[in-house]
């Protein structure tokens, strides 16, 4: 059973949150350049889908860290958020190879890198960490959005 705050809780919840803001997206794309009911869909999946994202790829590389992945595990889990619904079989195929474990590395083990330390610090205080990483992505978003949709 996945305790509440595991690298597979974590990683597994917004993976399948990247799916479902990739259909949300994609509803609204057609209302927007298929009947051009409304570009609404688009303005809210895409936001939604956006920080969604990004929320994903701070989370991949945070487990990936922890559960010490190799280069091409975490290449794959950050480039199946590029194509639609890939995230959830990315996920399932990790999961089953033991690459998503149920318990953090880094809150019993001691980190020997730079980046194992910073991933240490926030799976010892997940509740501050957490609240930084949204504050972290909101601000990013918040960027993104002042620069504009790509092709703009």
């Known amino acids: 059973m996945r305790s509440a705050f ?24 057609f209302l927007k350049y298929g009947p051009q009911v ?7 999946g895409g936001g939604l889908h956006g920080f969604v994202f990004l929320a994903f790829v701070v989370a991949t590389v945070v487990v990936a860290i922890d559960q010490r ?33 149920e318990q953090w590395r880094l809150r019993e083990e001691p980190a020997r890198t730079a980046p194992e ?4 610090l926030a799976v010892r205080r997940p509740v501050p960490s957490a609240v930084i990483a949204v504050v972290l992505v909101a601000v990013v978003f918040s960027a ?7 092709g703009s």
């Open 6 to 29: 595991s690298p597979a809780r974590l990683y597994g919840t917004l993976a399948l949150a990247e799916a479902v803001t990739w259909a949300l997206l994609l509803i609204g794309m």
């Open 38 to 44: 409304t570009e609404l869909g688009v303005r809210i």
């Open 69 to 101: 992945w190799r280069a091409g595990e975490l290449l794959l889990g950050l480039a199946s958020a590029i194509m639609p619904f890939a995230t959830i079989p990315a996920e399932r195929w990790l999961l089953r190879r033991g690459k998503v474990g």
């Open 117 to 120: 330390k910073l991933v240490s």
């Open 144 to 150: 993104m959005l002042v620069v504009g949709p790509p």
